[in-house]
């Protein structure tokens, strides 16, 4: 550590002697209560000694306001499923948004709400989620399914909420089924079960 060699005006006029302090430094430490724990087990499989998997717990309240988009996630807990459709008869997209969009992606007109027929929905594609990353709110594992709807100009993802093995399947035909009691008021109030 470099030493400073400090002199007064007056002790440097009257020939006085030299003084040397040395600096005084604040230290940065880790907050008390703070500790690591080691993950040995995560999602059922063991943890391979060559990797360290840290807990890191986090705890934080988030507002979300869903706006004009309310509609759409409280129409989920009645048990519907309802998409919007541009309101500009001149407008190139005729078919159901879903997910919904206030305004219309192509002219920026305000679109309006329709109630979704699903009586002829089918999967259209699926993939299997074992390993989810964190924030995840399903058990695993867990089909994950985009299904075609007609009339939906798009796509809608969710989840398929019960299933046998060999399922899902593209071109499986699916019907909704709605979080009614004790809603999430997220996309998770909606799913999917084959169609018996």
Known sequence: MPVRVLMSPAAFLSGGEIMTTKKSRQKVTLLPGQRAVLVEKLFGQFVSENLIVRENPREITHYHSYGRLSTFFRALTEGALMGTRCSNSECRHTGIWLPPR?????????????????????????????FPGAGFMLTTPCPLISVVIPEVCTKFMSYLSEFAPGEPYVGMPVKPVFRTKKPTYTILDVSWVPRD
């Open 102 to 130: 206030v305004y219309c992606p192509d002219c920026w007109k305000r679109m309006y709400w329709i109630v979704i027929d699903t009586s002829d929905v089918k999967v259209y594609t699926h993939s299997m989620t074992n």
